[in-house]
């Protein structure tokens, strides 16, 4: 069995900083995509930004200059590296990992269990 287990969430000040980490474990094979969402009070799950086994990542508009995403392929584990927070970045963030456990023919689409994330004074 794999999961993902996410770390780093917290209270922060606006221009703060902080950083998340998302990290697999069990029985992997190979990690494809790997990427972090959000979702805010009220509102629907969003794709904050991504990155391929290669190292090539995209990001939402809204967070493009200040958040960085990276991974560990060898720890099995993603990195989101957030900077100059706005309270708009406030919501639960979600780690979400495309893995091919060991024996199996299929990739499964797992999520973390969520961290929150508060930026306020």
């Known amino acids: 069995q794999v999961q993902l287990v996410e770390s780093g969430g917290g209270l922060v000040q606006p221009g703060g900083s902080l950083r998340l980490s998302c990290a697999a474990s069990?029985?992997?094979?190979?990690?494809?995509?790997m990427g972090w969402y959000r979702q805010a009070p009220g509102k629907e799950r969003e794709l904050v930004t991504a990155?391929?086994?290669?190292?090539?990542?995209n990001y939402a508009d809204s967070v493009k200059g200040r958040f960085t995403i990276s991974r560990d392929n060898a720890k099995n584990t993603v990195y989101l590296q957030m900077n100059s927070l706005k309270p708009d970045d406030t919501a639960v963030y979600f780690c979400?990992?495309?893995?091919?456990?060991?024996?199996?023919?299929?990739?499964?689409?797992?999520w973390g269990q969520g961290t929150l994330v508060t930026v306020s004074s």
């Open positions: 979400n990992a495309a893995v091919l456990s060991t024996g199996s023919l299929w990739y499964l689409q797992l």
């Open positions: 990155i391929t086994s290669r190292g090539s990542t």
């Open positions: 069990g029985r992997i094979a190979k990690i494809n995509d």
